[in-house]
């Protein structure tokens, strides 16, 4: 049983910068890759960027370029850091290992 803990989010101007955090426990917990998922109202969850155990990355076409995914083995946590955020990136972000999902957290981007 893996469980996923996250931090961060909040409300920013667009072109600002958010930092999200998600903390994995659990036995099985260093074994998996680490993904982010976001919903936004209305719309379906969708990937945003992924991290393997050996640090390969993945992002969506959309966040290209402005979010990072990074992952730290020793605390066994995950950050997604957002910079030129836009105001479609306003949505729920969820943190993912294997089966297990967060609780989620808001970002909105606004003026």
Known sequence: QVQLVESGGGSVQPGGSLRL???ASGSMSRLYSMAWYRQAPGKQREFVASV?????TNYADSV???FTIS???AKNTVILQMNSLK???TAVY???MFLSWG???QV???S
Request: some cysteine; overall charge neutral; aromatic content about 4%.
């Open 21 to 23: 955090s998600c903390a």
């Open 64 to 66: 290209k370029g402005r």
């Open 87 to 89: 105001p479609d990136d």
């Open 94 to 96: 969820y943190c993912q």
């Open 71 to 73: 992952r730290d083995g």
């Open 103 to 105: 609780q989620g957290t």
């Open 52 to 56: 393997t155990v050996g640090n390969m």
């Open 108 to 110: 909105t981007v606004s």
